[in-house]
């Protein structure tokens, strides 16, 4: 099912990408095919669950991937694809996800319309192994990128190469390549789908909700975030270094011969591991105090959720007309506006009603002028 997801349903909106079999007419029928024939299956299936590493999806929240199974589902089958990814994303989160992801890396952004240079960027972070970000692509892709994105990489003197253009460059196998695309519903023809992993990274109301939700928290009780933050990032590390103690410990394990209480070097790894683990075993309760910060920000979530419904009310203008256009930084701008000009008050429900009819008020104005 999962290989199935990813080749073939990366492009299903949310309701579809089933949490549960019963949610699926094809994953019914697979776990009832699975009950007739008598084998093992789990009543629930996520992607995540089979395919996601919990570090490496740590470090995706942490670059800014929205914290829904859609979009972390996504970021899997990105991942765990064998073709170069093309992603919807008429929000720019993906985007933004992308160069938070990739900046270490000496990440090289380039559009469309940079001509020649266009080019020659690509060629060069080909040869050295630098990720690329081509944003802003339209319904037709350049016929110069086909070799890189069919992958057609051949052997020229014992190197690994591929040919752009009319240049024959050593192809380096730490090159990544991302293309994104503002348009809200591509129509690309076949001879392009089967070349590029499209995905739907246009965003969900939950995961707007819980980024607005960290707006308005930000905003309103900035000692919260903080924390939340810190503890967000000291979690990551910590799970990070858990995983390379266990990485290190299974190595030792494998490569000892004979036995492995009579190996001094083998003693000396497990006993260093056991007491980094026990150290960051001790530095786990941050986790408790990250519930209690998440519990203190419920007070907040129905603005959160207001919030993401006014923003897709007014995203689905574009259907009456093509002139009501409206991207999520201006929208940003506008909720940050209204909380600081709306009514102050100490008591929560208060405040977020004064928020909510500053909001509704100002953004009408903005919508109807």
Request: charged share 20%; hydrophobic share 40%.
């Amino acid at each position: 099912m999962s290989c199935w997801l990813i080749c073939y349903g990366s492009l299903l909106p949310q309701p579809s990408r089933l949490p549960q079999y019963s949610m699926c007419k094809l994953l019914s029928l697979v776990c009832l095919h699975c009950c007739l024939q008598n084998l093992p299956h789990s009543p629930k299936y996520s992607l995540s669950s089979v395919l996601g590493e919990p570090v490496t999806i740590r470090s995706w929240l942490l670059a800014g991937l929205p914290n829904v199974a859609f979009s972390i589902d996504n970021a899997i089958i990105m991942k765990s694809g064998r073709r170069w990814p093309l992603l919807i994303d008429p929000q720019g989160q993906a985007n933004k996800w992308i160069k938070n992801l990739e900046k270490d890396h000496r990440l090289q952004v380039i559009k469309p319309s940079e001509g020649g240079e266009f080019m020659r960027i690509l060629e060069n972070a080909v040869q050295f192994g630098s990720p690329v970000l081509l944003e802003g692509v339209g319904a037709e892709l350049n016929p110069a990128l086909e070799p890189l994105l069919l992958k057609q990489v051949f052997k020229s003197g014992g190197v690994n190469c591929i040919r752009l253009g009319d240049t024959t460059v050593e192809y380096s196998p730490d090159f990544r390549f991302y293309i994104t695309t503002k348009l809200r519903n591509p129509h690309y023809l076949p001879e392009v789908s089967v070349k590029v992993n499209l995905l739907n990274f246009m965003i969900t109301p939950a995961g707007l909700a819980d980024q607005l939700l960290g707006v308005v928290v930000a905003a309103e009780r900035p000692d919260l975030e903080e924390q939340k933050a810190a503890l967000v990032v000291a979690g990551a590390d910590n799970k990070r270094q858990l995983k390379e103690i266990e990485d290190k410990i299974l190595e030792v394990l494998s490569n000892s011969t004979g036995n492995i209480l009579e190996d001094e070097s083998a003693i000396s790894v497990i006993t260093e591991a056991k007491r980094l683990g026990n150290e960051i075993a001790a530095k786990q309760e941050g986790e408790q105090t990250e519930a209690a910060i998440d519990a203190a920000r419920v007070a907040y979530a129905p603005c959160g959720d207001y919030l993401s419904t006014l923003f897709f009310c007014i995203s689905d203008l574009a259907a009456i007309d093509p002139m009501y256009q409206y991207s999520l930084p201006w929208f940003t701008k506008l909720v940050l506006n209204s909380l600081d000009k709306a009514e102050k008050s100490e008591s929560v429900p208060e405040r977020l009603e004064a928020i909510h009819s500053h909001f509704t008020a100002s953004m009408y104005r903005n919508v109807c002028r």
